[in-house]
């Protein structure tokens, strides 16, 4: 893969001896981190609402005459 940096931001990059690639690298695994846990985080929530919404229409259900 390949990324496109300012010639500026690359020379001051240079200047401080900041590996590029290195930071791009974990700069990509840390947002991808991030978006996975959000990701659990909105499923897990779903799943809760989805729990409460059938355990609350089980309480309107009327029971089954017996005969």
Do not use: H
Request: without cysteine; positive net charge; glycine residues 2%.
């Amino acid at each position: 893969m390949s990324t496109k940096v300012r010639r500026d931001v690359l020379e001051k990059a240079k200047k401080y001896g900041i590996n590029v690639s290195e930071v791009l690298r974990k700069a990509l695994e840390e947002e991808i981190r991030k978006r996975e846990e959000e990701a659990r985080r909105s499923a897990k929530e779903i799943a809760e609402v989805q729990i409460a919404f059938i355990g609350k229409s089980w309480q309107f259900k009327r029971p089954i005459k017996t005969f």
